[in-house]
């Protein structure tokens, strides 16, 4: 089976901007969690989608937003672009909520 | 609030044991699992205790005490290769999510 694949890889955006990363994972595995790593850092839950649902959201702005499409392919958005969002953004999917497959991450630079 | 606590850097010798630690304040969770995350790389499943007690993968060895509230991951016979962050976190089950340790760097020297 392929793999979780994260697009784009790198990303280098300017304050104020938008962006849109992509998350394909695992044949068959429904559910999709998105997280925000920074340097030293755990992992930050940003939200987890379930078919075409979320169903639990991390405590993050409302600028942080996601969907699920039907084919279980998920996206995050992340509008007004601050410096601080500079992140590697990571994507896992799962199919009974407990061991969560990892996608490789976008890395997202903000100047 | 819940949050798990894990020491930021561990070093042992290649070829010796380690053990890393997580401590949590948290309570209703199914299980405690392990990831490894190379520099540059994406966290790895390692373990999921569901259960108190040992669980053994080849060399490395996951435990969790509900009672102590403490969790640990116990890696043999190091290898240069086992250089990587390594977190546990716990699986909050009927929220869909999990909550995260900050990580342990572990350096393994020569």
New interface residues.
């Given amino acids: 089976k392929a793999g979780v694949t994260q697009t784009p890889r790198y990303l280098i955006k300017t304050r104020g901007q938008q962006v849109t990363l992509s998350c394909s994972p695992i044949s068959g595995h429904r ?1 999709v ?1 998105w ?1 925000q790593q920074t340097p ?6 940003l939200f ?1 989608y ?1 078919s075409e649902t979320q ?2 959201k ?1 405590n993050f702005p409302g600028r942080f937003s996601g969907r699920q499409f039907s084919n279980s392919r998920s996206e995050m958005n992340v509008s007004t672009l601050e410096l601080g969002d500079s992140a590697l953004y ?1 994507c ?1 999917s799962s199919s009974q ?9 976008t890395r997202l630079t903000v100047t | 609030g819940q949050s798990l606590e894990q020491p930021s850097e561990v070093t042992a010798v290649e070829g010796a044991i380690v053990q890393i630690n997580c401590t949590y304040q948290t309570s209703g969770f199914y299980g405690l699992s392990w990831y490894q995350q190379h520099d540059g790389g994406a966290p790895t499943f390692l373990s999921y205790n569901a259960l108190d007690g040992l669980e053994e993968t080849g060399r490395f060895s996951s435990f969790l005490s509900r009672s102590d509230s403490y969790g640990y991951l116990l890696l043999q016979e190091l290898q240069m290769k086992d250089s990587a962050s390594y977190f546990c976190a716990v699986d909050m089950g009927s929220n869909y999510q999990l909550i995260w340790g900050a990580g342990t760097k572990l350096i393994i020297k020569p």
């Fill in positions: 559910s969690s997280y030293g850092q755990g992992l930050q839950f987890e379930f169903r639990n991390g990571l896992a909520g407990d061991e969560q497959y990892f996608g490789p991450g």
